[in-house]
């Protein structure tokens, strides 16, 4: 069973930083693709970014050149650092790792809230 704890969420003015990470553990070999997305209220979950694990990123077009995806593989833990903040990135993230015919697991998701 694959197992995801998220932290780092919590409330910081627009502008400002934060950085979340997730913590994998359980029978889950080399992590394929870490990712993070995001859900707002009254909005369907968002892709965020992702990472492989040969390195390669992808970011959402709303979060690219202030957020940042990376991954310690050797502690099976992933990071989103998220940089000048925006109201409109207020949002429960998750963490999501999968590997094709194997898994893909969801964290329990972190609140980010950012106040104008």
């Known amino acids: 069973q694959v197992q995801l704890v998220e932290s780092g969420g919590g409330l910081v003015q627009a502008g400002g930083s934060l950085r979340l990470s997730c913590e994998v553990s359980?029978?889950?070999?080399?992590?394929?693709?870490a990712a993070w997305y995001r859900q707002a209220p009254g909005k369907q979950r968002e892709f965020v970014a992702s990472?492989?694990?040969?390195?390669?990123?992808n970011y959402a077009d709303s979060v690219k050149g202030r957020f940042t995806i990376s991954r310690n593989n050797a502690k099976n833990t992933i990071y989103l650092q998220m940089n000048n903040l925006k109201p409109e990135d207020t949002a429960v993230y998750y963490c999501?790792?999968?590997?094709?015919?194997?898994?893909?697991?969801w964290g329990q998701g972190t609140q980010v809230t950012v106040s104008s």
């Open positions: 999501n790792v999968r590997r094709p015919n194997w898994y893909d697991s």
């Open positions: 359980g029978r889950i070999g080399s992590i394929e693709v």
């Open positions: 990472a492989s694990y040969a390195g390669n990123t």
